[in-house]
């Protein structure tokens, strides 16, 4: 189910495939490792420190701070539809980092280095079949299922 | 234990080469450093092909260069790691020498890179981010060094202008450089004013796309003192990686390669960056050569904005002149050819020969070329007797 992630998909084969079925659910999950705890995002099914292949999706609240960001005006194959488009680097508060869009609760002029953020999972829900992404928001910033049933 | 010696040096003219195809690049720059080093064609016992091969249709093109070179049958293989494909060849020939297997090695870095078009290689180039977790957000290669322009101006207040600076030097230099694309000088308000590329980066931070070649032919000490001209010593090779994803860098304002790679080098070439008089650096974007300047030591962490506002990397600029042949900006980047054609400019300038951008008194040189966004650096020093 992997290649439902991202507007134009490279590698639908991986061994944390399920990340995106939970993401379509409104999860976000990371990695922790089975043998020595090692927790990160992206998850990886390959612990890097102790080489266990054994590891279980952990949710990740989401928040973390911007790390650095730049807009890109001249976009690439595929991407040319939604250009010029913001792209930010998070540090994610339970360990790791996420890059993302800016979606549509952050103003251009608004984007600061340093500032808070909430990666919220997303749904293309204007293309038929099934996409997933997510997007970096205004802390607080509420999402699908979960959020609705909480 | 023996040294590995640059007997010769060709360079084809960088640009778009609608009139040649990749092999007849290469025949330019290795004609050039053939008859530069005057020996015979069959001294030559093994040639190393640099180059990127997505860019080609020519399925496995250290083959057809070979042959078109009439090399055959020596030996011969391709290194790749994108845009530093060029220095793995050096350092593979090197090797090859060091160890004994090898005497004289060509070595080529070839591209041809304008059959594609600019959304292609936009597309192509970003893809050195890693396709699982960023290229699926458009990524491009302009992009990821606008990530870490941002991220330097945040931590050391280095501005837009400084950017430019770097700039306009390389283009003042590349107008000196008959083999260089952009021939001539541009004003640090026309680079401050030029299109978007990706912010803070504009049209003037980023070296163009380009089709060339250069050559360089290595030969071990004896057969270099035998060869009886002056030779420039290739005396410290270094090497190091840095993850493929900016998602697991320390910090997005250095490249923790580079500064491995010129650790390694200055150590075994037994030298400092006080030492070095002239560098070439791996200026893709205006930020890379700020960086550069830091990893390498010529200033401390932070300040490489401030080294190009003073000058100091001109030549005469009282630090060390980098990038006096145009730079991958003003000269244009066919990625397999750069590390090549930073070899051939750096011997050029250790041998006095490099005329109107000539440093004065240069006895020791260094080139610093990265692959990707940094998962690849290899820092060479050069010498002379």
Redesign the interface.
Known sequence: MFEWFGKVNFSPYTKVGDFAGFLKDGYLKGSRCRACGFKTFPPRADCPQCLSGEFDFVDYSGRGRLHTYTRIAAAPNGFEDVAPYTIGVVDLEEGGRCLAWFGSTIREEEIKIGMELQVVPRIFEEIEKIKVSYSLEKPGTKWGRRHADA | MTRVGVIGIGHGIFGRRSDATVQELAFEAFREALADAGIERKEIDASVIGSVPEYHKQRSLAGVVQEYLNLNPAPTWLTEVACASGSAAMRTAWMGIKSGVHQIVAVIGCQKMTELS???I??LM??VGE??????????F??YY???A??HM?AFGTTRRQLAEVAVKNHSYGALNPKALFRKEITVEKALES???????HVYDCCANADGAACVILASEDRARAHGRKVVWLDGVGCATASMS???RPN?YSLPSAVEAAQQAYRMAEVGPRDVQVAEVHDCFSIAEIMAYEDLGFCEKGQGGRYIEERKSYIGGGGVAVNVDGGLKAKGHPIGATGVSMAVEIVKQLRGAAEARQVPDARVGLTHNVGGIGQYTFVHVYRKD
């Open positions: 600019t959304p292609e936009l597309a970003g893809r396709v699982q977790w960023e290229s699926i957000f458009g990524t491009t302009p992009g606008a990530m870490f941002h991220s945040h299109e978007p590329v990706a912010s803070p980066l900016v998602l697991r997005l």
